[in-house]
């Protein structure tokens, strides 16, 4: 018989396992990341265009693998924009140098008069709001059936909600839930209710403009079927509620 003994913290596919993804010692291999990649090249040798690209095309993506599962703290995300905001002026990262312009302009895409460069903290929301996409989407995935098990999991209007305490991760990851990213998510989607089997009649906004609870609120008190499926109360036939 074989025993495998696992010591945290510890890396798995180059992931970190058993820290803290609030700690900014965390992120430290991609901030190392960052300054390697940037003295392998001569940054006063390019344009101005030539370090906006260098930012967009290889910065930009460097901290996508972290930043897919952990939330980046503000500490971190301040840091790797004064990188590459000091990259974009000097040319490199260790000097100051004066900001022609603000860097919340600088972010802007192209249209809204900026350079394009993005935000690392809501290209990082966005990558973690795909976990809440993939929780809520129909499927019997062995991973979501453990989420679901652990966690005792339910939704709510497209949402999923931990009944049971989540951890540092998942609670991370449903922070989003209240962020600015996923106010434009759920006001650029809508549901299909396909066969009525996956869709709650009260929570679930599937009918208007607004969930059955929240628009009669008093019919909700008074039902004694509050997480009933579309499917239990009926259906509708040429008009008609049978």
């Not at 025993?3 to 430290?28: A, E, Q």
């Not at 901030?31 to 344009?47: A, N, P, Q, V």
């Not at 009525?196 to 079927?225: C, E, Q, V």
Request: net charge positive.
């Amino acid at each position: 018989m074989f025993k495998i003994t696992i010591h945290l913290p510890s890396k798995y596919l180059g992931m970190p396992l058993g820290t803290n993804p609030s700690r900014i010692s965390t992120w430290k291999p991609v901030i190392e990341k960052f300054h390697k990649r940037l003295l392998m090249w001569k940054g006063r040798l390019l344009s101005m265009a030539g370090r906006v690209c260098l930012i967009k095309s290889v910065l930009n993506s460097l901290s996508i693998y972290f930043m897919f599962v952990f939330k980046m703290p503000k500490g971190v995300g301040r840091l790797l924009s004064s990188i590459q905001r000091r990259f974009l002026w000097c040319g490199c990262t260790k000097q100051r140098s004066f900001c022609k312009i603000q860097w919340r302009l600088v972010m802007r895409n192209k249209k809204q008069g900026g350079l394009g460069v993005g935000s690392l903290i809501s290209k990082n929301r966005a990558l973690l709001l795909k976990w809440i996409w993939r929780l809520s989407f129909p499927g019997t995935s062995l991973w979501k059936m453990i989420i679901s098990s652990m966690y005792n999991l339910a939704y709510e209007n497209g949402i999923p909600i931990f009944y049971n305490q989540p951890s540092k991760i998942w609670k991370d990851i449903m922070s989003i839930v209240q962020t600015d990213v996923h106010h434009v998510f759920t006001n650029h989607s809508k549901f299909m209710v396909g066969n009525d089997s996956l869709t709650s009649f009260w929570l679930d906004n599937w009918i208007g403009d607004y969930p059955l609870k929240t628009a009669f609120p008093r019919l909700y008190l008074l039902s004694s079927s509050k997480s009933a499926l579309v499917v239990d109360m009926g259906r509708w036939s040429n008009g008609i509620w049978l």
